[in-house]
């Protein structure tokens, strides 16, 4: 079993920004890619940024290119994802998720963390 728990959430106005992170204990090792993904409620939970875990490639989606990083410590098991510039259109649920492929689909990814609310205030 892995385990995903995020942190860093929190109320923002337009501009600011947030850090991310989420922690994974438990069977580690058998992670490929992490990413965080956002839904709004209602909408479908979407790709904002992958990483391959041990090499440390990431994908951006185009919608955060520029603004956000995802980034990982493999020391500390944790992956983050700092978010500049944030706008209204970035507030949603944010998850933490673990896989086995690098894949931008919601469904290639089996472990999910309990997501943290980001809200932007304009």
């Known amino acids: 079993q892995l385990y995903l728990v995020e942190s860093g959430g929190g109320t923002v106005q337009t501009g600011d920004s947030l850090r991310l992170s989420c922690v994974a204990s438990?069977?580690?090792?058998?992670?490929?890619?992490m990413g965080w993904f956002r839904q709004l409620p209602g909408r479908e939970r979407e790709c904002v940024a992958i990483i391959n875990w041990s090499s440390g490639s990431a994908y951006a989606a185009d919608s955060v290119k520029g603004r956000f990083t995802i980034s990982r410590d493999t020391t500390k098991n944790t992956v983050y994802l700092q978010m500049n510039s944030l706008k209204p259109e970035d507030a949603a649920v944010y998850y933490c998720a673990a896989g086995l492929r690098f894949d931008t689909s919601p469904r290639s990814f089996g472990d999910w963390g309990q997501g943290t609310q980001v809200t932007v205030s304009s």
């Open positions: 438990g069977r580690t090792s058998s992670v490929y890619a």
